[in-house]
Every structure is written in structure tokens, then in C-alpha cells.
């Protein structure tokens, strides 16, 4: 179990959260975000993959299918995220055109 002190910790990194839209050389005005995780925050794939785990054990509660790998049962199989590289676009275009940016 996760200790009260920690969720609410999480919880106040997303509270009352507010983003702008780059557009070249144009931002837009910013805006409250309802729900989501930040981009680039280093907390967003864990709290993706905690959130995942829960759901994956509520919907495989009680399943007996699956199949045997090396004598153990899998119920289910889960993926990896794969990560594009900027490496090979030109210097002059290494910020994509949409930025979104966190207040």
C-alpha cells in the first residue's frame, strides 16, 4: 500500500496545473489541465505503470487462461514504450513545431 503522506505528495505535483501552446514563435494563453501527467516529468512513466498494474489486476481478477512459459503461467503480456531519437533531424529543426510548455 502506497502511505497517505505520498499520495497526497503526488497529488499536489498536479494540483491546480495550467500549460501554454508554442507555436513558432507564438504562445497561447494559458490554460488548466484536468487530468493527464506532465510531459518530460521523470515521475510520469511510474505513475503510468502504477496505474496500469492496478487496472491489469482488476481485469485479470479471477481469469484462469493464459498460457505456460518455462513452467510458469502468463496471463498477460505488457509492452515496452519505445522512444524516438532526434538525432537525425537538421540543426535547424530540432524543436518540433508544437511546444507545450508548464506554468
Not at 492496478?54 to 505456460?68: N, P, S
Request: charge should be positive; include cysteine.
Amino acid at each position: 500500500m502506497i502511505r497517505p503522506h505520498l499520495v497526497k505528495l503526488i497529488m499536489s505535483l498536479y494540483d491546480d496545473q495550467k500549460s501554454n501552446v508554442h507555436l513558432g514563435s507564438s504562445r497561447s494563453e494559458y490554460f488548466r489541465l484536468l487530468c493527464g501527467v506532465r510531459q518530460g516529468c521523470s515521475l510520469s512513466p511510474y505513475l503510468f505503470n502504477i496505474m496500469a498494474e492496478v487496472l491489469m489486476r482488476h481485469a485479470l481478477e479471477g481469469f484462469e487462461g493464459g498460457f505456460r512459459i518455462g513452467g510458469r503461467r502468463v496471463t498477460n503480456l505488457r509492452y515496452a514504450a519505445l522512444e524516438l531519437s532526434w538525432t537525425s533531424w537538421s540543426n535547424e529543426s530540432l524543436t518540433p513545431p508544437i511546444n507545450v510548455g508548464y506554468g
